[in-house]
């Protein structure tokens, strides 16, 4: 079964540091990845998503993600944090022939002045 | 263009009522999602359809809930005999497709108390 594991559920940078919110699956066939931000009163947004192609996947807002099938990962890093960069964070996988998206539990991202 | 959007945007009521929950999804996308959102946690699959058809209801808790899309357009969750740990966030989401690989757009939600 799929799943979906943030290590971190709140990370606190300075503005200007670089942020690196960590993000692990598991799934039993090639992932679909999505990292999606929530602001606080919004809805859910997409930042970016890796299916097939360039490991390397650059998204809004300067962020960017990297999947590491070796690792089972898709940490999501931004090199240079801004106090609107503040929010909710969201790494998901989706299995491929539905679409259905499993969840990670979130990591709150803090930006300190 | 509009994007999803859910109504009400906040629902309290009485445990043991029932509830409506209304999404309008972006038009011309033919897969509609609902999820739940519990403090703290991310958002869970609760169904999904294809059209007018559930393909997969396989995340709903149990038989109160209940969600239908008529027309393939407007989809509405129904909660019957609501209980305490209904209160949640609930999302809906609308793609173009419903293969893995197509982005799923989301409403704000609507926030459901159970008192």
């Known amino acids: 079964a799929q799943s979906v594991t943030q290590l971190g559920s709140h990370v606190s940078v300075s503005e200007g540091a670089l942020v690196l919110l960590r993000c692990n699956y598991s799934?039993?066939?090639?992932?679909?990845l999505f990292w999606y931000v929530q602001y606080p009163n919004q809805g859910l947004q997409l930042l970016l998503k890796?299916?097939?192609?360039?490991?390397l996947v650059k998204g809004i807002n300067g962020f960017e993600a990297e999947f590491k099938k070796s690792e089972t990962s898709f940490h999501l890093t931004k090199p240079s944090a801004h106090m609107s960069d503040a929010a909710e964070y969201f790494c998901?996988?989706?299995?491929?022939?539905?679409?259905?998206?499993?969840f990670g539990q979130g990591t709150t991202l803090q930006v300190k002045p | 263009g509009a994007g999803v959007s859910q109504t009400p945007s906040n629902k309290v009521t009485e445990k043991g009522k029932y509830v409506e929950l209304r999404c309008d999804p972006i038009?011309?996308?033919?897969?509609l999602y609902w999820y739940r959102q519990s403090l703290g946690q991310g958002p869970e699959f609760l169904i999904y359809?294809?059209?007018?058809?559930?393909?997969?209801d396989s995340g709903l808790p149990n038989d109160r809930f209940f969600a239908v899309r008529p027309e393939g357009s407007v989809s509405t969750l129904k909660i019957q005999r609501t209980e305490r740990g209904d209160s949640a966030v609930y999302l809906c989401?609308?793609?173009?497709?419903?293969?893995?690989?197509?982005?799923?757009?989301f409403g704000p939600g609507t926030r459901l108390t159970v008192l």
């Open positions: 799934s039993s066939v090639p992932p679909y």
């Open positions: 998901a996988v989706s299995l491929g022939n539905t679409g259905k998206l499993i």
């Open positions: 890796y299916t097939t192609g360039a490991t």
């Open positions: 989401a609308s793609s173009l497709g419903a293969w893995g690989t197509d982005t799923q757009y």
């Open positions: 038009s011309g996308h033919t897969a």
């Open positions: 359809f294809q059209g007018t058809g559930a393909a997969d």
